[in-house]
């Protein structure tokens, strides 16, 4: 479902993202880490369009992002990392709008931006302009624009960021439904924990290179041989491979 | 500790001058040939009232005092509106207030900030103005010491009177409303002064029986001015110092200094006993209850249903952020006083005494028309094309993930500003060409060049809008004033001056026809075709700049 190739992007002389590959399976969760300024949203940015990749290609659903930018889009839904939103739309409008973009017609788009409102907690402030919601408000409303449209590709650039723990673990049991239901999801995120509780696959970035992409087994694994602890948390493994000098990926 | 709260400002605008030097060189050109201009006019006028003998000095007292009035109004509310931005509505605020800052040293940090955000407008215009006082009283050294205190002290008491306000604004009402309410007031003002100075004919300046005319006015105007304002304080220093007449400067002097330093610490007490109150109330926000939808979507909506889907959502966004957005809408006072002070100059032109001389100045003003008709209609699109693409802001990824082509986009973007603008440019010259009697031909070949050299002006805003997008702020008279919109304003006023120019010699023949009365239409064709081909050659490469620059475009 998701499939990238060879994918770099540089600033000037600064490497970015370098060489990277990897592929995601429909209806998994793929739990996409690495430190910070290590090109996680670099890599997003040119998975959504973003932003131009240097070389390498990315293909969500069969299409190719930069022939077919319409096509590739038009199944995807995006969570950036500050997701900032209309400061003078309310939520509602905000979704209505937003699922037009996709092709929603007026009616079908009025109805899933109530469900939307309602499922994410934000009924009550359907009618507040977004610039007087709270932080955690907006990242909930932005992850109902991603969904607005019912696309069968989700990337999220660290969701969790500003959400309360209810907010968390709804999201949690969210993005396992969403799985369960074919969606496929590119997950970044600095916490561990979930990425350790949702995904059937990590990519481990650091500077620009994919440096461990597998289960979390194969990963354990792999931090096992480079002397790593046996059933060892992602965290220490994480920081393991880190740290481990240069080595070939295992897929 | 003051100095370094405001060092993030400093090492900002050090890094702006060291990565864009081309940028400053040009800013720093324009401000030198502002200074040049106004320090030439008051230089002007200044000799003239000079060698009136003893009414002289009077006048100039009279000019200064209108001056520094002139100034006093415009700080206030300057200093008002930016005091509410820096002090409650700054996203600096917060690590300011999180770190171990005590109120009374954040106060002073943000009065520097919003002194300086307010003042260097004025500054641009009275320090050559001051210098050219100076140069033709042929004043000493102190009275260039004393112009530097005067208008540095003076600055201080609007920006403390504006922190006031503002902090009782904000304990009183919500803090966007506030800002709202402040803006419409800046517009009203805005307008106000645009109309005011029009109305003063400065144009008559321009010869002695003007000067005269302007004179009289100065001597009417008013008092010497009231004993307790600042503004006669300021006066009473520089004039006696300039040796115009004797005077007392040391004591008002005092007065300035005594009032500014009473001022900024009554400033700071307030601030400082009641920031955090102030504070907590501007970040709330008026609550509407759960009404999924407004009066205004819902009309909206309707509105655009017979368009297509893509540009009548973003038709319908874009109307609805405008009238919501008190910033971009109360622009439109600024635009009607405009349209009035250029039907007023046209209804005011001296062309109807039948001398030959007359007929000329016609004719000169015909051809001339299309250029400043477009020019006006310009002057508008900087205010309402170019900072489209800055608006859109950092949710601009909404539109660039949604599978909506960059094309369909820019044609969407381009509608909405194209439209109202060649409605108005048209209804402009039409109004216009009557005014001055222009024949029907000669209209009609500036209506059919408007249609394209409209979408040039549309198409270059939207270009050099994508190309120095501003997403620091969503004040859209801010956007309008960077560096991108200088620059779309002379590319603008070339492709202007080259269609006017094209079309010259073509209108004044078609002038000639239309006196006899036989019009040749293979003229006025190829009158059209000239000027739109240009505008049309304009569009076409603008839009591909404007596309090029939204792909690169990184909210």
Redesign the interface.
């Known amino acids: 479902m998701i499939r990238i190739e060879h994918l770099r992007k540089t600033y000037g002389t600064l490497v970015a993202v370098d060489d990277l590959s990897l592929e995601v399976e429909p209806g998994t969760v793929f739990g996409f880490l690495g430190r910070n300024g290590a090109g996680k949203t670099t890599t997003i940015?040119m998975m959504?369009?973003?932003?131009?990749p240097t070389a390498g290609t990315v293909t969500l659903g069969g299409h190719d992002i930069r022939r077919a930018?319409?096509?590739?889009?038009?199944l995807?839904g995006?969570l950036?990392d500050?997701?900032?939103?209309?400061?003078?739309?309310?939520g509602?409008?905000l979704l209505r709008?937003?699922g037009?973009?996709?092709?929603l017609g007026?009616a079908d788009g009025t109805r899933r931006?109530?469900q939307l409102?309602e499922q994410f907690g934000l009924?009550?402030?359907?009618?507040?302009?977004t610039?007087?919601l709270s932080h955690g408000m907006r990242q909930r409303l932005a992850l109902a624009?991603a969904l607005v449209h019912r696309p069968r590709v989700l990337i999220l650039d660290e969701p969790m960021v500003g959400l309360d723990p209810e907010g968390a673990l709804e999201l949690r049991l969210l993005l396992r439904q969403l799985a369960a239901d074919g969606v496929t999801i590119f997950l970044s995120t600095h916490s561990l924990a979930v990425a350790e509780e949702l995904s059937h696959r990590i990519g481990i970035i650091d500077r620009g290179r994919l440096v461990a992409l597998g289960t979390l087994e194969a990963l354990r694994a792999r931090a096992r041989r480079d002397g790593g602890a046996d059933g060892a948390s992602l965290e220490a493994v994480f920081l393991d491979i880190l740290n481990a000098p240069d080595g070939d990926v295992p897929t | 500790m003051v100095i370094a709260l405001v060092q993030p400002r400093l090492l900002a605008l050090r890094n702006v001058v060291r990565r864009g030097p081309f940028r400053a060189a040009t800013v720093g050109l324009l401000v030198a040939a502002f200074w040049t201009a106004t320090f030439a006019l008051f230089t002007y006028v200044l000799d003239y009232f000079h060698h009136l003998g003893d009414f002289g000095p009077f006048l100039t007292q009279r000019l200064l005092t209108l001056l520094f009035l002139t100034f006093f109004g415009v700080l206030l509310v300057s200093n008002t509106v930016t005091a509410l931005t820096s002090y409650y509505l700054a996203e600096e605020v917060v690590p300011l207030l999180a770190a171990p800052v005590s109120h009374r040293r954040l106060h002073h940090a943000r009065f520097v900030e919003t002194l300086t955000a307010s003042s260097w407008m004025v500054l641009l215009v009275g320090l050559p103005a001051l210098l050219a006082y100076g140069v033709v009283y042929r004043a000493g050294a102190l009275f260039y010491a004393a112009a530097v205190g005067v208008l540095g002290t003076f600055l201080v008491i609007p920006a403390a009177l504006g922190v006031l306000v503002t902090t009782g604004l904000v304990l009183l009402f919500p803090a966007r409303r506030t800002r709202e309410a402040l803006l419409i007031g800046v517009g009203l003002t805005m307008a106000a002064l645009v109309l005011g100075v029009r109305l003063l004919r400065p144009e008559q300046l321009a010869h002695p029986a003007g000067l005269v005319g302007f004179a009289g006015f100065l001597a009417g105007f008013g008092a010497t001015g009231s004993p307790w304002l600042p503004t006669t304080w300021a006066v009473e220093v520089l004039i006696p110092l300039l040796g115009a007449r004797p005077g007392e400067p040391l004591f008002y002097l005092a007065m300035l200094v005594s009032t500014a330093a009473m001022l900024f610490l009554a400033s700071a007490a307030v601030v400082e006993r009641v920031f955090l109150t102030a504070w907590s109330r501007a970040q709330s926000g008026r609550v509407r209850g759960d009404a999924r939808e407004r009066p205004l979507t819902g009309w909206l909506a309707r509105l655009v249903r017979p368009l297509p889907r893509v540009p009548g959502s973003l038709l319908a966004k874009d109307v609805t952020v405008f009238l919501r957005d008190a910033s971009q809408w109360s622009q439109l006072l600024l635009v009607f006083a405009l349209v009035g002070i250029y039907l007023y100059n046209f209804s005011a032109l001296p062309l109807d005494d039948g001398t030959p001389l007359a007929q000329a100045m016609r004719d000169l003003a015909t051809i001339l028309n299309l250029g400043l008709g477009a020019f006006v209609t310009t002057a508008v699109a900087v205010r309402f094309v170019f900072p489209m693409v800055s608006l859109e802001g950092r949710a601009w990824w909404i539109l660039r993930t949604a599978p909506v082509p960059l094309a369909g986009l820019w044609w969407s973007k381009f509608w909405i500003g194209y439209l109202p603008l060649v409605v108005f440019a048209e209804l402009l010259v039409a109004t216009t060409n009557t005014l001055l009697g222009v024949p029907a031909p000669v209209t009609l070949l500036f209506l059919l060049t408007l249609v394209p050299l409209m979408a040039a002006v549309v198409s270059l805003g939207l270009a050099f809008g994508a190309a120095y997008p501003r997403f620091d702020t969503q004040n859209a008279a801010q956007i309008a004033t960077g560096f991108g919109a200088i620059l779309y304003m002379l590319a603008c006023l070339g492709l202007i001056a080259l269609v006017v120019a094209l079309e010259a010699w073509p209108v004044a023949r078609l002038l000639r026809q239309a006196r006899s009365g036989a019009v040749v239409a293979s003229d006025l064709a190829e009158a059209v075709a000239a000027g739109g081909g240009a505008a049309a050659l304009a569009f076409a490469v603008a839009r591909r700049r404007a596309l090029r620059a939204l792909a690169r475009l990184e909210a």
Do not use: C, I, N, Q
């Not at chain 1, 959504?48 to 131009?52: A, K, N, P, S």
């Open positions: 940015r959504t369009g973003l932003l131009e930018p319409e096509a590739a889009k038009a995807t995006y950036p500050h997701p900032f939103l209309y400061d003078k739309l309310t509602f409008e709008f937003v037009s973009l996709y092709g007026a931006a109530a409102l009924g009550r402030v359907a009618g507040e302009l610039e007087t624009a």
